[in-house]
């Protein structure tokens, strides 16, 4: 099964600020990649697709970016309605696999 | 609008069994391939299952393989998991989700979610 690694598991940050979230994978899975938010009580809605394609919708302070086995979400300038859990997820291969998740909190 | 409503959590005792549903609407169900993932509160997300549009390819976590099967009904756009020999770790809130992909004979990702059902293992 190919393992998805979050880092960090969560951080502080302020409104305005930039945000970067990584996300490795076990082996190589091109950019098969999708990220996720989770704010508190909801279900999961989709960010990113192919590691840096923007799901309709999201707002463009939102980026992808990476393949192979290191990919990374951005943040370009923290608002409020981001503070929520992210999580990575690989579609190279089956069993499909999350990320531990990454919390981002309000400082 | 694409919406996606579970049902059918609930307490369950250990080993008994529990059929998810999932009542599929605002797309043409039967184009897309959909998911089965779960959530233990407080806890990461943990993909269960997934079933191709035509049903010709089916998927499962190692953790719940023979013990738990998914299926579909297209003339009701429904979803299902049946789950038998029910673990206390399986307790968890389950989502039913749609693939993206239109009509590929393989799995990708999550698009849309369904706000979960919660189903309890517990004596």
């Known amino acids: 099964d190919i393992q998805m690694t979050q880092s960090p598991s969560s951080l502080s940050a302020s409104v305005g600020d930039r945000v970067t979230i990584t996300c490795r994978a076990s082996q190589a899975i091109y950019n098969y990649v999708a990220w996720f938010q989770q704010g508190p009580g909801k279900a999961p809605k989709s960010l990113i697709y192919?590691?840096?394609n923007l799901q309709s919708g999201v707002p463009s302070r939102f980026s992808g970016s990476g393949s192979g086995t290191e990919f990374t979400l951005t943040i370009s300038s923290l608002q409020p309605e981001d503070f929520a859990i992210y999580y990575c997820?690989?579609?190279?291969?089956?069993?499909?696999?999350f990320g531990g998740g990454t919390r981002v909190e309000i400082k | 609008e694409v919406q996606l409503v579970e049902s059918g959590g609930g307490l369950v005792q250990p080993g008994k069994s529990l059929r998810l549903s999932c009542a599929a609407s605002g797309f043409t169900f039967n184009d897309y391939a959909m998911h089965w993932v779960r959530q233990v509160p407080g806890k990461g997300l943990e993909w269960v299952a997934g079933m191709s549009w035509s049903g010709s390819l089916i998927a499962y976590a190692d953790s719940v393989k023979g013990r738990f099967t998914i299926s579909r009904d297209n003339a009701k756009n429904s979803l299902y998991l049946q789950m038998n020999s029910l673990r206390i770790e399986d307790t968890a809130l389950y989502y039913c989700?749609?693939?993206?992909?239109?009509?590929?004979?393989?799995?990708?990702?999550?698009?849309?979610w369904g706000k979960g059902t919660t189903v309890t293992v517990s004596s």
């Open positions: 989700a749609k693939d993206p992909g239109l009509r590929l004979g393989t799995l990708f990702y999550m698009d849309v």
């Open positions: 192919a590691a840096s």
């Open positions: 997820q690989q579609y190279k291969s089956h069993p499909l696999t």
